[in-house]
């Protein structure tokens, strides 16, 4: 426990009420009866708004003018089918209504598109992703496996015959072909539906054009084509998934179903074997050569001005080469490398390259991660890349974090340096092209979408989500030695030295996500539900997560629970050393995917901090999961075999002497269901009592809205009933 005084230890700011709200000069919130009254709505509302995701603009693209800009928005708040829109002038209009083109919007997906969906956390229908020409003059989406397309200047949407289902449409860069996979095989067509065969797929585990499972799940690459800047040759991915061990996903409320068969690289077995080819609209093709057996992972790839080029990576992930493509020969030439002792950290949007042939690369040193222009560090220490957003000419737009709370879009050029184009606090990124640039992200109060033209002020893009009924009121905390980031959210009915409130620690507390911040997100809202239950909700983002720099990430290298765990700890013992109204002798803990295990963690190993916990598709056995993701952290699993059980809950199962209940959809081919059974499987032989609730037909994120709503209530009763327990 952190002994320090508190004016040392603990910093406070508040985006709602006051900075200090227990203190005598700082009275506490007034009671805000409408939020209490709307508390009883809320799960409702999560689960038929998607999350607060529909109606909100998205998936921009910016005419090279600067003057239109395409995104995709559903019809309402509670709409799940998305349309096309485009803003010009300051006016939207719809381009495409999949209710006006097939009537029915009621979709029947190609396995692989529904696959791919589902690497892409897609929650809405319709038009979901599009592809543009380079002039966004034309417009290619798939609707239930049909190809459509529309040209931005006029005219009705029109469909493209197609040879079967289609996957990733994308128009060349003159607009005259569209290329897509169908049956695994990669196709191009003219918009008046002349269709070539341009790489077909030479077996059942073969694929052209597509990602596979690591590269869409854990490195976010979700394309496996690239088309020439000159539209007459394609950079494109054969995938063969043949050596990659076989997964049976059955429905046990649907015995009559048969079970779906995937391919999936459990840690230390074998990957897809991915090759690259240069492939001409004729069907001549030329093979990419570099060193697979050393570099087996394509984690980019992408053909510019200057050339095609790869990214590829070593198996133990320390290692990332940038190769230039000769697109004659397909030899490779290496042009960058990067190197870690802990991993080398994908950043989305790189390797890339300005007009001037510049490589775009972030660069980590220390505690901060820069970008790199040219071989040139071109930020300031302390400033974090997150991704690089886009490339025009010599101006680069990317993100960035100077405080770990915040997001910002940014644009660097030479001659002007580095300005920050998003305003006021939260989390935003971007997309810009032609002086114009679309700011989009989520401020205290909510989304904000903006479009900003040649420096003037933002013109926002209409938002149709529904407003939560829940107002998140978090108090911001920087606790103990680590000066980790957390965020307390108290009843609003709550007053100070009127009743002690039972702890809930609500984190992910894993890579790649951050649940603290400036920013009104559906998890915000969530945390502030349960704290209107009655609860203290604490949330905390410990080391292993984003935003605070290179060494801080790769703190749980090796050893992805202890780290974790003890931030937890630390900052609840850290917290209630200063709010004396939270009660550390009824604790709780609740997450879902990393966050589940976190919480299932934290009742296993500290029993003494930890008094009930729930666990949502938790991965209890980290050699389950898949290759690139879990090898990054632990190793290969024959290598470091004791990483995989220093990190893992099984084998662990005796240790358990709290109330527990386990989640797991049973569709889940992420985390499969296997984590959680086998789990209780090894509990029930221990004599551990615990409760397990199964989510038939559920993917890792449960679609059905009765589900996420009634979830939200079981969570909340089981927690109350279990804590109400504590030394009874």
Known sequence: MDDRPLDDSIMETGTAGPAHPHDPAHPAHPANPTDSANSAAFPRQFARTRRFSLGVPRHFTVSPDGRRVLFVRTGSGTDPVGRLWQYEDGAERVLADPA???????????????????????????????????????????????????????????????????????????????????????????????????????????????????????????????????????????????????????????PARPPRTIRYPSAGTANADVTVHLVALDGTRVEVVWDRTAYEYLTE?????????????????????????????????????????????????????????????????????????????????????????????????????????????????????????????????????????VVEGQNPHGDEVGVVRDGRPATPLTSLAETPAITPRPVFLTLGERELRAALYLPSWHREGAGRLPVLLDPYGGPGIQTVGRARDWFTCVSQWFAEQGFAVLVADGRGTPGRGPAWEKAVHGDQLGPALEDQVDAVRAAAARYRDLDLSRVAIRGWSFGGFLAAAAVLHRPDVFHAAVAGAPPTDQRLYDTHWKERFLGHPEERPDAYVRSSLAGHGHLLTRPLLLVHGLADDNVAAAHTLRFSAELLAAGRPHSVLPLPGATHMPADDAVNEQLLHFQRDFLRDALSAVGV
Not at 207 to 229: K, N, Q
Not at 341 to 359: D, K, Q
Not at 374 to 394: K, N, S
């Open 301 to 437: 790839a992408g053909w510019d001005a200057h050339g095609p080029f790869l990214a590829v990576q070593s198996r133990d992930q320390r290692t990332v080469r940038l190769l230039a493509v000769d697109p004659a020969t397909g030899a490779t030439e290496v042009r960058h490398e990067r190197t870690d002792p802990a991993w080398v950290e994908l950043i989305p949007g790189t390797p890339a390259r300005t007009a001037s042939g510049a490589w775009v690369l972030p660069e980590d040193d220390g505690g901060t991660r820069y970008l790199a222009v040219g071989g040139r560090r071109v930020t300031p220490e302390g400033l974090q890349l997150r991704t690089v957003v886009g490339v025009e000419g010599e101006r680069v737009l990317f993100t960035a974090s100077e405080d770990p709370l915040e997001t910002h879009v940014w644009c660097h050029e030479p001659g002007r340096g580095n300005r920050r184009l998003s305003r006021g606090p939260g989390r935003f990124t971007g997309t810009g092209r032609g002086g114009t640039v």
């Open 100 to 254: 006006l083109l097939v009537g029915d919007t009621a979709e029947s997906l190609p396995e692989e598109e529904r696959l791919r969906r589902e690497r892409a956390r897609e929650r809405s229908t319709g038009v979901v992703s599009y592809a543009a020409d380079d002039a966004a003059r034309l417009v290619a989406f798939a609707l239930s496996g049909a190809l459509w397309a529309v040209r931005t200047d006029g005219g009705a949407p029109f469909p493209v015959p197609a040879a079967g289902p289609v996957i990733d449409p994308r128009p060349s860069p003159d607009g005259r072909s569209i290329a897509y996979v169908s049956g695994r095989s990669l196709h191009v067509v003219t918009p008046d539906g002349e269709d070539r065969q341009l790489a077909r797929a030479e077996g059942p585990e073969v694929s052209y054009g597509l990602a596979e499972y690591v590269a869409a799940e854990s490195m976010g690459r979700l394309r496996g084509y690239w088309w020439a800047p000159d539209s007459r040759r394609l950079l494109v991915a054969r995938v063969d998934t043949s050596r990659v061990a076989r997964r049976y996903l059955a429905d046990p409320a649907d």
